[in-house]
């Protein structure tokens, strides 16, 4: 184990010349300010390893597998500058490459890309609830149904956007769990407590004030987001919970008040995350060796979702066999884990 000072004034101090494999650091912040320290490949700037929020006085040990070549660590503490601290060879083979760096400059124009998708989504998302509302006011329940799967899939395609929805996202798109009385909280409002009602056999008459509810709630948050801004870290973050949630919530079925939709939702979602992946591939590509991989993967798990569709309809997770419900699970497992590094490789990082 190697000890090695984390400072403004000592970045790096106690590492010396090594030969390659698996090198053992024990980092000691010794400042009187928290940081985040970087260790980097000198050659081409790329972050070999990294450690965050380091706190004054704490120790955190970091083991990374390094090849041949020249190596610094890199101090970035708390309202100072990027103290790089003295290079270090390595003698031994090549090793994995690091990651370029990349700055919250570089994620702007993804971020807008995509803040600017969202705004034209919008507007058709209002005219899907306007119908729902619509459908039930008049008493067309059948109708309803149809429409609030039309209405919902639009909604979980803007999975990246929800942490610039705000509260409104609770509202629109919560669920019954822990709320004190479960389906019948008043607090339990939006798609799902429509779903419940259309599914449960309640009349239009107590659905409606839901639907009423919900088209409010979507016409003021087309109106809040013309004027909101996504966090760039959100949309690359968001790459890898759109699947990570509908694994947890969707295949699991706890987000099923009794439309059986899931499947469709899964669908959704897969088509939110291809448009997050589109705008960042620029920055993920020449970063993550397996971006092509994940590409194909979503190809693969839209495939198999749809060889389960059945002249336009989507069966619910209980009707799949064991061999289809196994595939799609795997699919979107094997999918999550692929998508877990996205935002660590593209999390903006203070070079100067």
């Given at each position: 184990?190697?000890?090695?000072?984390?400072?403004?004034?000592?970045?790096g101090?106690?590492?010396?010349?090594?030969?390659?494999?698996?090198?053992r650091?024990r980092?000691?912040?010794?400042?009187t300010?928290?940081?985040e320290?970087?260790?980097?490949d000198?050659?081409?700037?790329?972050v070999?390893?990294s450690?965050?929020?380091?706190?004054?006085g704490?120790?955190?040990?970091?083991?990374?597998?390094?090849?041949?070549?020249?190596?610094?660590?890199?101090?970035?503490?708390?309202?100072?500058?990027?103290?790089?601290g003295?290079?270090?060879?390595v003698?031994g083979?090549?090793g994995?490459?690091?990651v370029?760096?990349v700055?919250?400059?570089?994620?702007?124009?993804?971020?807008k890309?995509?803040?600017?998708?969202?705004r034209?989504?919008l507007p058709?998302?209002v005219t899907?609830?306007?119908?729902?509302?619509?459908?039930v006011r008049t008493?067309?329940?059948?109708?309803?149904?149809?429409?609030?799967?039309?209405?919902h899939?639009?909604y979980e395609?803007?999975?990246?956007?929800?942490?610039?929805?705000?509260?409104?996202?609770?509202?629109?798109?919560?669920?019954?769990a822990?709320?004190?009385?479960g389906?019948?909280?008043s607090?339990?409002?939006?798609?799902h407590?429509?779903?419940?009602?259309?599914?449960?056999?309640?009349?239009?008459?107590?659905?409606?004030p839901?639907?009423?509810?919900?088209?409010?709630d979507?016409?003021d948050?087309?109106?809040?987001?013309?004027?909101?801004?996504?966090?760039?870290?959100?949309?690359?973050?968001?790459?890898h919970e759109?699947?990570?949630n509908?694994?947890?919530?969707?295949?699991?079925?706890?987000?099923?008040?009794?439309?059986?939709?899931?499947?469709?939702t899964?669908?959704?979602?897969l088509?939110?995350?291809?448009v997050v992946?589109d705008?960042?591939?620029?920055?993920?590509?020449?970063?993550?060796?397996?971006?092509?991989?994940?590409?194909?993967?979503?190809?693969?798990?839209?495939?198999?979702l749809?060889?389960?569709r059945?002249?336009?309809?989507?069966p619910?997770l209980?009707?799949?066999?064991?061999?289809?419900?196994e595939q799609?699970?795997?699919d979107?497992?094997?999918?999550?884990?692929?998508?877990?590094?996205?935002?660590?490789?593209?999390?903006?990082?203070?070079?100067?």
């Open positions: 184990m190697t000890n090695v000072v984390v400072s403004t004034g000592a970045c101090q106690g590492w010396t010349a090594t030969g390659a494999g698996r090198q650091f980092l000691r912040n010794t400042d300010r928290p940081g320290v970087y260790l980097v000198a050659a081409t700037g790329g070999v390893a450690v965050d929020d380091l706190g004054p704490t120790v955190t040990p970091m083991t990374v597998d390094l090849g041949g070549g020249r190596y610094r660590f890199e101090c970035v503490m708390e309202d100072a500058a990027v103290v790089r003295a290079v270090v060879a003698a083979a090549p994995v490459a690091g370029r760096p700055s919250m400059q570089d994620l702007i124009p993804a971020t890309a995509y803040e600017a998708y969202v034209k989504q058709n998302l899907l609830v306007d119908r729902l509302d619509r459908d008493g067309r329940l059948a109708r309803a149904r149809h429409d609030w799967l039309a209405a899939l639009a395609r803007l999975g990246a956007a929800y942490g610039a929805f705000g509260d409104v996202d609770d509202a629109v798109n919560g669920r019954a822990g709320l004190q009385d389906v019948r909280d607090r339990f409002t939006g798609f407590r429509i779903e419940y009602g259309l599914w449960h056999g309640q009349p239009a008459a107590e659905i409606r839901y639907t009423a509810g919900l088209v409010r979507v016409r948050l087309a109106r809040a987001f013309a004027s909101a801004r996504i966090d760039p870290l959100d949309v690359s973050i968001r790459a759109i699947t990570e509908a694994l947890q919530f969707e295949l699991s079925g706890r987000s099923d008040y009794g439309s059986g939709s899931a499947l469709a899964v669908r959704a979602n088509d939110g995350t291809r992946l705008l960042l591939r620029p920055l993920l590509a020449p970063r993550y060796p397996a971006a092509r991989l994940v590409d194909h993967r979503i190809s693969r798990t839209m495939a198999d749809e060889a389960i059945r002249h336009g309809t989507w619910s209980a009707a799949l066999s064991r061999s289809q419900r799609i699970d795997a979107v497992s094997e999918l999550t884990e692929l998508l877990a590094p996205v935002a660590s490789i593209l999390e903006p990082r203070r070079t100067s």
